[in-house]
């Protein structure tokens, strides 16, 4: 697929000289992406592409552009493109995204609007879409192939099957099918993926995979021939290699909790060819991409890590292009899209000057495109179709007649860094006929509620959370997004659950029936409006809250986020109750 | 694109080891295209495709496989790929030449028939595609893009227009647009060339270029922009750095007669990265393929001149799959097609053993696939619809009161062995009325005349073609395959056209009368239905019989075959008359 010129013809005179073009930079360090090589060069740019580069005397022809920046011997470089990310972690609009990324080089983005496409379905995949466009970046849309993550083990808000992978394909910038989750499904060719995925392929879609923890490397050639063609669930040195090896192109990941490149670059670096290397960030915060950067962040830690420069900088562009299929995209050559960054040097990659499509849209790690806020309806539609809740709902009643102590599957932390959880069956003291955790600080109480209108709730016990006091609720709760509350005490449960109810979703934390910190994520539970800097002031304001309640994480935001995450081993929690993510099966809060 | 396998769940049931697989080749020494490791390894193979390469314990397994073959340590390839060829050019029919290139480890060939559609038109293109059906080996068909070459300035059988490659792009194993030889048209925007391209890629077919001899490297830009995405007319070590800087595939090329490796690589070795060098043969002759090679010839050239052999490999394999846009070719990996070779080493590259598909074709050398022959109406079409012409046609008559001497625009060779022409003025003696050669060793007479029913003919002289008596005459007359005669007396040029005209095209020369040499060619005039040795041995005494009247070329069949090639500069012959190629216009033969 290309990125089509206005007018073809236009561009050809430029490039022939016939006609002065838009825009040359000159007095540059051109790094070539497809030899490798760097040389001074001047880049002429006409109608938003790359009309010619002259390399042989370079301050030629200057008189033939129309306006002539100069880029003061930086290193040219093609605009990053992030392979898989989900704008919602930013927790920012598709908009307000562009605002904090574009300054940090980002160009092109291929988001997986999977998070709010499970609360509004369809139309949340074209809300994304259509909030995506003019603006001075370019974001492709990857369609959600799994949602929900795992068909009756919990409930979403929305059911994405074959027939709307068909209809969404036709949205201009739809490019693939996203991270299919489900490779079991895919390996074993189950009707649903292999039915989701033809769709997609009849379409011309590419296939993203995602496929964590697997060991067995007849899995890795299964995928691939299933139809998925990369992977950013990569997370050991060893799996780096076996995938690239495999053939599937590996999309090494640094996302604001999981930082990947070290130990992938340390099994890949000393590779002759590292074409199916790609670059991606995933989920990454405000505050993370305003203080510590996007994608440039992860070609620095790249190079940090043994990568050269150069080759760094085609992992995070050509490659990427490739793999998405884009054919003009990744590259600053003639037919190429002007997408570029002046770079001061190819290890630091401070981010001097950013254009897009021929426009400079960032300097000196400021925007200075203009992008208007575009309101959607869905920006302001209330998502909280929850049941309504007393006090009384937050108290674990015990089975009859099990006197004072009972045995509970308690989902369980192995440690409080870690995101994985297993199901631990333990006696649990039980009082006045409900199950009492008081004397026990490792344990809490934690509540699904289905935000869906389904009405459906779980409730169970959790230990190694890190919760010390009060209760952490949210509605970002991966992948279905319900209402999910983990408190030590009713009243603390029951605040969060009133508060988050009241303003829309978001992220709330409460001491008894004091709010200590509360979010509003309004668009969709997930989402705010608010600019990146004040999303990234309140954000930080939130995670002190929730620190102050005992959660010693770094990012607690995300610690009550992936706790009802059923494609992460090995058990965890939704809607419908205990899941062993393994067995793909529902287990029952007291055991017999 | 993919190539589709019969049944996706069978290749994820067999690459998960739940039903045995068709087979298993151990023991062999691995190169992975992807990541340029070398390591030992067993590649499972089911219904074609590859479903899982085992690289941790390759013996492991092999249970699963009904049939094992022993790779004796050889050296495990992916099948090459021949990213620009004219079959017409071996003179065989696709099946012959299947016959002959399978041995040598071509796997798939990415042809033009370019030569036989000047004759036959869109038949022409069917009876090529349909007749590389059902092969040991994939002939993918690129449409011709320049039918004729070069409008109203010569006549062919046939025009290719835009409706023309909507149709054709609907066939099959039609992937791309062929060599868009009317570069200036490209660079210009000319409706024909504009129109050409849009219609193949709405039909999703990759762009081939040609762009030979330019220097202004805005042309390079221009015709990246114009569409084109590749080239396999690169000559020069400049050039080639250029054209790769730019972004334009390079398609190595070495033909029988064109020898483009060297000088290639002497530019290129150095890179970083090759991702945009391919390599092709472009024409390559029957006993060239028998006694010297086919792709496995153009990568020893590769690593003669300096490319490491796991590179040259990737050039040969992975990177012509990507330049063409097959996403399943040109590796050994999970869910590509199961074509590889053993070779036994990485610098000769002797092909041991030959797999199309998962099946051995070819071993030490020797075909063991069965191919049938597969007769179709098209090859015994006669084609020689010329005008009906005398003895006397042959004497080339002066104009009206030129006296004893006439200036004439000699079409005049830059040397003996060079294929460069221009017109130069020269007085020659007239005799009776006629144009008279007999003093001049370095002078011919030259006619082309039309064999499509146009009636055309034209008649010039010819300087340091070679012939020293007698006359050759060729039905093989890039591109337009007129019937085209150099001749140094008019009984010798009656005695071929008469030949000729009798057999129904090919190739002839004689002495007087005598018919010397005969290379019947009655497929279109161009192919012959001989299998390979015996065409090998009937073009070697072609060839014999060419020397023998004075030709010192080492291949003096090609030398008549381009004296009418009206895209390479500077003058060029047609049967409209002397074309001034660089001006696109004809001139007068007797200038005034």
């Known amino acids: 697929m290309k990125i089509q010129p206005a007018d073809k013809r236009e561009l050809l005179k430029a490039a022939m000289g016939k006609i002065p073009c838009d825009l040359a930079v000159t007095n540059v360090r051109y790094v070539n992406v497809f030899t490798g090589e760097v040389y001074p060069a001047t880049v002429f740019v006409h109608q938003g592409f790359v009309v010619h580069v002259e390399d042989q005397d370079p301050a030629k022809e200057l008189s033939l552009a129309k306006q002539v920046i100069d880029g003061e011997n930086h290193f040219l470089i093609p605009g990053f493109i992030d392979a898989h990310i989900h704008i919602e972690s930013s927790m920012m609009t598709p908009r307000n995204f562009a605002r904090a990324v574009i300054p940090r080089g980002t160009t092109t983005v291929v988001t997986d609007p999977h998070e709010i496409t499970n609360v509004f379905g369809e139309e949340a995949v074209h809300y994304m879409h259509d909030a995506g466009l003019d603006l001075p970046m370019r974001q492709f849309i990857d369609i959600p192939s799994c949602v929900p993550a795992v068909p009756g083990l919990e409930n979403a808000g929305a059911v994405i099957d074959a027939a709307a992978v068909d209809r969404l394909a036709k949205l201009p910038n739809v490019i693939g099918l996203a991270e299919v989750m489900d490779f079991i499904g895919v390996v074993e060719g189950d009707d649903r993926m292999v039915d989701i995925i033809e769709a997609a392929e009849k379409n011309g879609l590419y296939i993203q995979g995602h496929m964590p923890g697997v060991e067995n490397r007849r899995m890795f050639s299964a995928y691939l021939i299933g139809g998925p063609i990369c992977c950013h669930e990569t997370r050991d040195t060893w ?266 979703g978001g992220m709330a934390c409460a001491d008894g029936n004091e709010i200590t910190g509360l979010l509003r994520l309004q668009v969709g539970g997930l989402m705010s409006t608010l600019r990146p800097e004040q999303m990234a002031e309140q954000s930080d304001a939130m995670k002190k809250a929730l620190n102050a309640l005992g959660l010693p994480q770094k990012n607690p935001l995300l610690r009550i986020a992936t706790m009802a995450l059923p494609v992460i081993p090995e058990a965890k929690f939704s809607d419908l109750g205990l899941v062993d993510v393994m067995a793909k099966k529902l287990i029952p809060i007291f055991p017999q």
Chains 1, 2 share one sequence.
């Open 239 to 504: 799996e780096a290699v076996a995938k690239l090896r495999t053939g599937i192109h590996v999309d090494a990941r640094e996302s604001s909790i999981t930082k990947n490149i070290a130990d992938i670059m340390a099994g890949v670096r000393d590779h002759t060819f590292h074409d199916h290397l790609c670059f991606c960030t995933d989920d990454r915060e405000s505050d993370d991409i305003l203080y510590v950067g996007h994608m440039d962040e992860v070609v620095r830690q790249a190079v940090k890590n043994g990568m050269d420069g150069i080759n760094a900088v085609k992992c995070a562009t050509l490659n990427t292009a490739r793999e998405i299929h884009m054919d003009n995209l990744g590259a600053v050559a003639p037919g190429y899209t002007a997408d570029m960054l002046l770079v001061d040097n190819l290890s630091d990659f401070n981010v001097k000057s950013v254009f897009y499509m021929g426009q400079l849209v960032a300097k000196d790690g400021k925007l200075v495109a203009d992008i208007q806020d575009k309101p959607a309806e869905i920006e302001s539609r209330y998502s909280m179709n929850v049941p309504n809740l007393t006090l009384e709902d937050f108290r674990l009643k015990a089975p009859e007649g099990c006197g004072d102590k009972v045995k509970v599957n308690v989902l369980t932390y192995y440690s409080e860094e870690l995101a994985i959880t297993r199901a631990v069956t333990e006696e649990i003291p039980v009082k006045n006929g409900f199950v009492d955790i008081s004397s026990d600080p490792g344990l809490c109480y934690a509540m699904i509620i289905n935000r869906y209108g389904t009405g459906g709730r779980a409730f169970d016990l959790v230990r190694n959370f890190g919760l010390m006091k009060g209760a952490d609720g949210s509605t970002v709760s991966h992948d279905c997004h319900n209402l999910c509350i983990v408190f030590k005490d009713a009243e603390s449960g029951y605040a969060v659950y009133k508060a988050l109810v009241e303003c829309g």
